[in-house]
């Protein structure tokens, strides 16, 4: 499956945006996806994944939380999946990385195949 993302920019603290991510084939709903991030200097890190089975979400559990802030969601019928961002602090400045795995559990970099080419988001103070 190939993966394009868009919808970064720049942004100050405490607004919003909203990553689009759309996958070309007729599999998109047979895949599980996930958002992943990497900010400058920094290693990739994962932010949330939504199973393709049962559509189950999950979201980072680290310090600078994007719990309660961050919503993964997919549209099959779109082969999109979106992360919208709400609440965004300057520590979430990143570029933004979406990816598919066929294991319908997968979490870890590793476990997906297919990656988008990133988007920039920039949230500035």
């Known amino acids: 499956v190939q993966l394009q993302a868009c919808g970064g920019g720049l942004v100050q603290a405490g607004g919003s945006l909203r990553l689009s991510c759309a996958a070309s084939g007729r599999t998109f709903n047979t895949y599980t996806m996930a958002w992943f991030r990497q900010a400058p200097g920094k290693e990739r890190e994962f932010v949330a994944t939504?199973?393709?089975?049962?559509?189950?979400?999950?979201?980072?559990d680290s310090v600078d939380s994007v719990k309660g802030r961050f919503t993964i969601s997919r549209d099959n019928a779109k082969n999109t999946v979106y992360l919208q961002m709400n609440s965004l602090k300057p520590e979430d400045t990143a570029v933004y990385y979406c990816a598919a795995a066929r294991w319908s559990t997968a979490q870890a970099m590793a476990d997906f195949g297919s990656w988008g080419q990133g988007t920039q988001v920039t949230v500035s103070s």
């Open positions: 939504i199973r393709w089975r049962g559509g189950s979400t999950y979201y980072a």
